[in-house]
Nanobody, 126 residues
């Protein structure tokens, strides 16, 4: 019943932007931190950004200053605004849930997350 659906991916030129969305249903959205992860061909899945129930954010060094995560609890949606995209940002982007009870902030560790969406493809190429 837990559903996470990513959207907003596509093909963009270097320097372009995309706004990714993660629409949630089937659980108490506001009780969880939500993370964005990505997996490029031949590489392990890596954490990109996460946001806690209270709005605290965390970013991988590789995307700091370029990506912004936000959440709208009323719409049960988390967004990832991706700016100044680089070819190395090319990957399938996933969102996932983290039960943050008793935890300050949110982790960027894949194994900490419980439920995953199917991903949306981001391709940065000229």
């Amino acid at each position: 019943q837990v559903q996470l659906v990513e959207s907003g991916g596509g093909l963009v030129q270097p320097g372009g932007s995309l706004r990714l969305s993660c629409a949630a249903s089937g659980f108490i959205f506001e009780a969880y931190a939500i993370g964005w992860f990505r997996q490029a061909p031949g590489k392990e899945r890596e954490g990109v950004s996460c946001i806690t129930r209270g709005g605290t954010t965390n970013y991988a060094d590789s995307v700091k200053g370029r990506f912004t995560i936000s959440r709208d609890n009323a719409q049960k949606t988390v967004y990832l605004q991706t700016n100044s995209l680089k070819p190395e940002d090319t990957a399938v982007y996933y969102c996932a849930t983290f039960l943050s009870l008793g935890i300050r902030g949110c982790p960027l560790q894949v194994t900490s997350y419980n439920h995953w969406g199917q991903g949306t493809q981001v391709t940065v190429s000229s």
